[in-house]
C-alpha cells in the first residue's frame, strides 16, 4: 500500500499519461518519413519523461504516475531495427547542431539556441546508449517495479472500441492481444486498461472484464450521464455492471493542459512548435538533414522561436524565461487542485480524486517545457503533505472501493464526445471490411483450431494484418485530413494481405516467399494467438 494513501491525505491527483503511436515500419526505404513521428517522440517525450523521472527517484521524492504504453508504440521501441535507425537519425541531427553552431557564430542569441539543442541532443544520446542500453521499456518497468509508475494496459493496435464492438469478436482481440503483450513485457497482469480514445460503450464492460481489468478511466461525460447519475460525478469511481471500476476525466484540471486558447502549452514564453528551421533556412543547406530522395522540408526538432502571440513574426526562444514560465504554471496547476480539494473533501464521504489524463507525447514534444513542467508539479505537491497526494488508480480502488454502481454514457474524448472524429463521410467505409474481417478471422481460426507449420504461420499473419488494420489512427488521419493517401494505403495494404492470406490457408496454397516477406516487414506480436478472435 502505498505511504502517501496511509498519510490520509485530504484528496489525491492521479496524472495519467497515454503513450502512442500507430506501428510504423518500413524496410525499403532509407529514411522513411513516418518513422520520425517515432524518433522525434522518443528524443522530445520518452526520454525527457524517463530522465525527470528518474531524477525524482534519485532525489527521493516520493510520487505516483499511471501510464499506459501502447503495444505498437511498444513493439517499435524493442526493435532493434528501429534502434539503429535511431541513433542514425540522431546523430544525424547532432552533425546538424554542429553546423548551426557554426552557421550562428555571428548571431549570439542564435548561437546560445543551437548549443542548447546540442547540449539537449547529446543528453538524449548519451541517455539513450550508455544510461538506458537502448531498451527504454525496461526502463519503464524498473520505474514500475520500484513502486513508482504504473503501467497500464491499452488494446494491441489502438483499435475504437465502440465501432469494433458491433462485432464481439473483433473488440475481445483488441482487448485480449493487449492484455497478453502488456504481460509478457511486465511480467505481471495489468489492473487497468487504457480505451483508445476513451472509446467507451456498453459492450466494453463485459470484454474489459474477461480480461480481469479491474479499471479504466473515461472522457468526463461517461460518468456524469452515467444511469444513475453518480453521487459525487467524477471524482470518485463508479462500478459498472459487468464489475470494472470507472474513473472520469476532470475537466478542470484537463482544460489548464489541454485548451489551445487558456492551457499552458499556449503561453507565449514557450517555444513555438510550428516554427522549425526546416522551413527557414535554405534548402540546399537544410536537405541533408531533411528528407532524404525527396525536395520535402520535414522538421529538424531545431526551433529557435517562442510563441510570442498570433504573429508570423516571432520573437527568439529563451529557454530559462520558459523555465520559469514552466515552474509557474506548476504552481498555479497546485493551487487550483488544492482549492478543489478544499471544496470536495467537505461534501464527500471519501478523499476526492481528480483524475487528469493526456496524451504522453503533449509533454516534450508538443509542448517542449512539459517534463520540466511535470517535473516542478510533482515536486511541490511532495511538500505538500496531507493536502493532496499523488496517487494511483489502482491503490485509490485499494483503499476506497467502489460503492456505487452505475451504467456509464458512451463516450469519448474525441470530437463532441462521441464516435464522430472515428466514423464519418471520409472514413466510414473502413468499417464493413474491418467486421467482415473479424467474422472471417474468426471462421478461420475455427476451422484450423490446432494448426502447425506454415498454416500456422499464415494465420498468425493474418491476425496481425487484421489488427494493424483496426488501428484507430488510419480513421483519425481521415478524418482529419492529415496525410490521407498514407492512412488509406496502410488500412487497404493490411486488409489485401489478410484477404490472401484467407484465400491461400483455406486452399492450403500458401507462397511461402511471399509470406516471409510480410512477416518481416509487419512482425508485431510474434507469438499472436491467433484464436484471440474467438
Known sequence: MSPQIKSKNKGYLALVLHAHLPYVRHLGENDALEERWLFEAVTETYIPLLLALDGLVEDKVDFRLTLSISPTLASMLDDPFLKWRYVKRLERLIELAASEISRTRSHPDLNALALFYQQHLMKVHDAFLNRYDQNLISAFKQLQDLGKIEIIATAATHGYLPLLSADASAARAQIKVGVTHYQQLFDRSPQGFWLPECGYCSEVDALLAEQSIAYTILETHGLTRAHPRPKYGVYAPLSCPAGTAVFGRDPEAS????????????????????????????????????????????????????????????????????RQKALLHAEDFLVNRLRQIEYLSSVMDRPP???????????????????????????KIDRQPKKIGLVTLSEYLEEHPVDQMAAPSASSWGHNGTNETWINNRNDWIYPHLLRGAQRMKVLAGNHPRASGLILRALKQAARELLLA????????????????????????????????????????????????????NNIFPGIDYGAFC
Not at 482544460?255 to 535554405?282: H, K, T
Open 255 to 322: 482544460q489548464q493542459v489541454w485548451s489551445s486558447e487558456n492551457g499552458y502549452p499556449g503561453d507565449f514564453d514557450y517555444r513555438e512548435f510550428y516554427r522549425d528551421i526546416a522551413y527557414d533556412l535554405d534548402f540546399d543547406y537544410i536537405k541533408g538533414y531533411s528528407h532524404q530522395g525527396e525536395k520535402i522540408r520535414t522538421d529538424t526538432g531545431f526551433k529557435y522561436c517562442r510563441i510570442t502571440g498570433n504573429t508570423e513574426q516571432k520573437a527568439l526562444y529563451v529557454p530559462e524565461r520558459a
Open 353 to 379: 480524486i481528480i483524475v487528469a489524463p493526456y496524451d504522453a507525447e503533449l509533454f516534450g514534444h508538443w509542448w517542449f517545457e512539459g517534463p520540466m513542467w511535470l517535473d516542478f508539479l510533482i515536486r
Open 470 to 521: 483496426q488501428s484507430s489512427d488510419w480513421a483519425f488521419m481521415l478524418n482529419a485530413d492529415k496525410m490521407p493517401e498514407y492512412a488509406t494505403r496502410r488500412t487497404k495494404t493490411h486488409l489485401l494481405q489478410f484477404n490472401r492470406l484467407e484465400k491461400e490457408i483455406e486452399n492450403r496454397s500458401i507462397d511461402e516467399i511471399w509470406l516471409a516477406g510480410i512477416e518481416c516487414g
